[in-house]
Nanobody, 119 residues
Framework: HVQLVESGGGSVQAGGSLTLSCAASGITYNPYCMGWFRQAPGNEREVVARFHSYGSMGYADSVKGRFTISKDNAKNILYLHMNSLKPEDTAMYYC??????????????WGQGTQVTVS
């Protein structure tokens, strides 16, 4: 049973930084993929960054150069380091995990989300 628990959201001024954390447990897939997603009111959920357990990463164009995804395998925590935040980054951010062959938007395991507000 996969469990994902996000933390680290909050309110920040434009240009500021935040780091989101996703504590993961129960992932037995090998390889596995994890990702950070966000959804703003009235918008569809979008993938922000994706992590492959073999080490590759990918980013949405809108966050390239500003956000960095990483994973502490010893602690089993996925991070999203967000720099140069913009008001348009305001959204609920979710962590998700599943088999890598699956389309990210179809991942079956999701956290409860953490709110990021940039003003």
């Amino acid at each position: 049973h996969v469990q994902l628990v996000e933390s680290g959201g909050g309110s920040v001024q434009a240009g500021g930084s935040l780091t989101l954390s996703c504590a993961a447990s129960g992932i037995t897939y090998n390889p596995y993929c994890m990702g950070w997603f966000r959804q703003a009111p009235g918008n569809e959920r979008e993938v922000v960054a994706r992590f492959h357990s073999y080490g590759s990463m990918g980013y949405a164009d809108s966050v390239k150069g500003r956000f960095t995804i990483s994973k502490d395998n010893a602690k089993n925590i996925l991070y999203l380091h967000m720099n140069s935040l913009k008001p348009e980054d305001t959204a609920m951010y979710y962590c998700a995990a599943d088999y890598c062959w699956m389309d990210s938007k179809n991942f079956r395991n999701w956290g409860q989300g953490t709110q990021v507000t940039v003003s």
